[in-house]
């Protein structure tokens, strides 16, 4: 990792810089997939799955046997540790509910707001470098809360045309309607305009690679709306010397096995504890089984010493990370000062992993600074908010005037006659 002591401001945007490819280097094979696929559908489905997953397909959808197969294939010790996982998301999400909200703006004049479930979504679930058969809990569970009617789900084969067992046992847990096995650009694309075996979607979600993200992005053009730009993963850490220097590291190798493209940072007012947690990660990252994809992620992140507090908030700020550890004494300055974070870990006893898995929260999370401007996936996520409005004769008496002044001044003189007609008729 790159160490760097007190940065001038003017450096900060070339220091966080992500490790990641810009969009122009992607689109052109994202667009040439799509087109391809909204052309000839499952056809080019088996092309680009060949070509890009190394398996030649017939047959994408997840058969029931494979499904019942894959049961009897996860250890009870997952299972439990799954249901553990799910109930407290359930729990979680199932509080964000909110009611009706139903105003009566003036004398008969009565406007409410109801939500109701997108119809159809689709999930995307990675799969090759790292089953990541969690990231079903995170966005089924919350999309059948919400009562969506269907629930599609892709996911790369690997290279004998088979899923995960605990992907498909999780999905069937979670209640997804239908499996696929596709991944990548070819998923993103069948699920935006639907092929002779996969349906088309309102809305796709989850994480993936820069390709996934590119592809994701290029889908809002077809119709489709996505949860979030939600790329290569990273992690942002700030602590001081009341931090334990090897839950740190523990902390950045956890998301830099995630790939070679993740990007993790320590900002600290500590130089003792940067060097610290150096140590610690070259003692832990040689036993890692994916020490090789964590190393070239180490590589790209960085170590950052601030003189205070306060330069360290305004840095983390600008940064906007994904995941946020704070690990310092005063952590209520760090909590009242976050302003752009995907999701915040507070204390030497919350690892990022928690947030992955079981605490409860979401992991489906925006990055590449796009925690400044989006949410990270809750329930609101699979719902449409719905506004609704009756008026009474007397309600159209109140505030008919004033909209035909405003229609008039607009020049939309059939706004206006819309309202001096009932009005005429009231005082018939």
């Not at 398996?55 to 046997?65: E, G, H």
């Not at 009565?110 to 689709?122: L, Y």
């Not at 009474?392 to 909209?403: F, H, L, T, V």
Request: proline share 4%; glycine share 6%; aromatic share 6%.
């Amino acid at each position: 990792m790159q160490k760097i002591f007190n940065p001038a401001k003017e450096d900060w945007n070339r220091i966080l810089e992500r490790p990641t490819k810009t969009v122009d280097e992607i689109e052109a094979t994202v667009t040439e997939v799509f087109s391809e696929i909204k052309l000839k559908g499952d056809l080019a489905i088996s092309k680009y799955t060949d070509l890009f997953d190394g398996v030649k397909l017939n047959d994408f959808k997840v058969s029931s046997k494979e499904i019942k197969e894959a049961g009897s294939l996860v250890s009870n010790e997952l299972k439990e540790a799954i249901a553990l996982a799910k109930s407290n998301i359930e729990k979680f999400h199932s509080a964000q509910k909110s009611e009706k909200i139903s105003v009566t703006t003036s004398p008969g004049v009565d406007c409410w707001q109801e939500k109701r479930p997108i119809q159809k979504v689709g999930l995307y679930i990675p799969g090759g470098t790292a089953p990541l058969f969690s990231s079903i809990l995170m966005l089924a569970t919350p999309a059948n809360i919400a009562s969506c009617k269907e629930i599609i789900l892709c996911t790369p084969p690997n290279k004998e045309g088979k899923v995960h067992p605990a992907i498909l046992y999780t999905a069937a847990l979670s209640g997804v309607t239908k499996i696929f096995k596709i991944g990548g650009i070819q998923a993103i694309g069948a699920m935006t305009f639907g092929t002779e075996t996969v349906p088309k979607v309102y809305k796709i979600f989850g994480p993936g690679n820069q390709f996934v993200t590119v592809a994701k992005q290029l889908a809002t053009k077809h119709n489709v709306a996505i949860d979030m730009p939600a790329g290569p993963s990273e992690l942002l850490v700030v602590a001081d010397d009341s931090a334990d220097a090897s839950f740190v590291a523990s902390d950045l190798l956890s998301q830099a096995e995630h790939g070679a493209d993740s990007q993790v940072i320590l900002v600290s007012t500590s130089k003792t504890l940067i060097s610290a947690v150096e140590a610690e990660i070259e003692s832990q990252i040689v036993v890692l089984p994916r020490k090789e994809v964590a190393q070239k992620a180490i590589d790209n992140s960085k170590l950052i010493f601030v003189e205070n507090d306060e330069l360290a908030i305004e840095m983390i700020n600008e940064y906007g990370p994904e995941h946020f550890i704070i690990c310092t004494k005063n952590e209520n300055f760090y909590i009242d000062g976050i302003e752009n974070a995907g999701s915040v870990f507070i204390g030497n006893y919350t690892p990022e992993s928690a947030g992955d898995y079981a605490s409860g929260t979401n992991h489906t999370l925006p990055t590449n600074g796009y925690a400044k401007q989006y949410s990270g996936v809750n329930l609101d996520s699979f719902m449409k908010s719905m506004t609704f409005q009756k008026i009474s004769e007397e309600g159209i008496r109140k505030i008919g005037p004033a909209i035909e002044l405003m229609a008039e001044a607009e020049g939309l003189q059939a706004h206006k006659n819309a309202v001096t007609l009932r009005l005429k008729n009231i005082k018939n």
